[in-house]
């Protein structure tokens, strides 16, 4: 089951329709703001986070980053780095899908991952097509094999960095 977005700024034919308040500080880069909004994301979007919810129970998680989620989950973002293979240019992806990430994710994963963290983490994506991307205390985790990585600052500056291609740091590694 995967979570559906309702856009409440839908025009004639499907077309969203962005509304742009003048003189306010933006909150993304240009650049980035133009890669999210080419994947389907705009100010306000929304989506029923119940499956999201129903799958972080999965792993007997309660709350979780709701608003986080509502507004990025069903969001694939192309960003660099990106390979060029003969005249094909390859870019980088991250998919953001709570159900799909909680699917991927072996119990004992999750509790290693956790474990490094500190704290309870939350599932919500992929990035790099092998990282699964987690939230736990407003910090974007990226966990892969028995490795834990973090992204520095809050959410939106990690969604920023993901966005210009920046990597994680290490966090730590668990014994397989």
């Known amino acids: 089951m995967k979570c559906q977005a309702f856009d409440r700024y839908s025009g004639p034919e499907g ?70 293979v003969g005249e094909v240019r390859h870019f980088d992806h991250t998919g953001f ?3 799909d990430a909680v699917a991927g994710l072996s119990p004992r994963m999750y509790r290693e991952y956790s474990t490094l963290a500190g704290v309870d983490l939350y599932p919500v994506g992929e990035d790099r097509s092998h990282m699964t991307l987690m939230v736990g205390s407003g910090t ?29 740091g290490l966090v730590g590694e668990w014994s397989p």
């Open 15 to 84: 077309k969203r329709l962005i509304l742009v308040s003048s003189g306010s500080k933006a909150r993304f880069p240009a650049e980035v703001d133009d890669l999210l909004r080419a994947a389907g994301w705009f100010p306000g979007r929304a989506v029923d986070t119940t499956p999201c919810s129903a799958a972080w129970a999965e792993l007997g998680l309660t709350g979780g980053p709701t608003e986080f989620v509502r507004e990025f989950d069903g969001l694939t973002v192309t960003h660099p780095p990106f390979v060029d």
């Open 97 to 99: 899908g709570v159900v």
């Open 140 to 168: 974007l985790f990226a966990g892969v094999d028995n490795y834990l990585f973090a992204h520095p600052g809050g959410l939106d500056e990690a969604v920023a960095r993901i966005c210009a291609g920046a990597r994680p």
